[in-house]
């Protein structure tokens, strides 16, 4: 499963992690081994630049804590570039695609499924 993010709204990680980290716990006792990825490609994707590791301390504490259960978080490097963002903004655990929607479909193509999440659902 992919599960693909894009919101204009910095703070929107904060209460979509909780949402996502319950989900995937729910799934993995019901799917152990489950692969699963993130993908985040709109605004909500700069909260993750190492500057603001403090500022969105709650933020990068839960995206470590996806990475550490092998569920890696992709943002998307183009996206970011037009804002003049580099890949060495953002720490190490979170990988910078060169294209948020490209990563999406490289996941689809290996069989996984998308799951569109957002502060509305």
Known sequence: ????????????????????????????????GLDIAVVSHGGEQFALQEKYGEEYANIHAGVQSLVDDAVPVHVCGAHAGWYGITPEDFPDYVDVSPSGPAQINQYRALGYVLVKIGTDD
């Open 1 to 32: 499963m992919v599960i693909e993010i894009v919101e204009g709204d910095e703070d929107a990680l904060g209460v979509l992690l909780p949402k996502i980290r319950t989900s995937i716990s729910k799934l993995r006792e019901r799917f152990p």
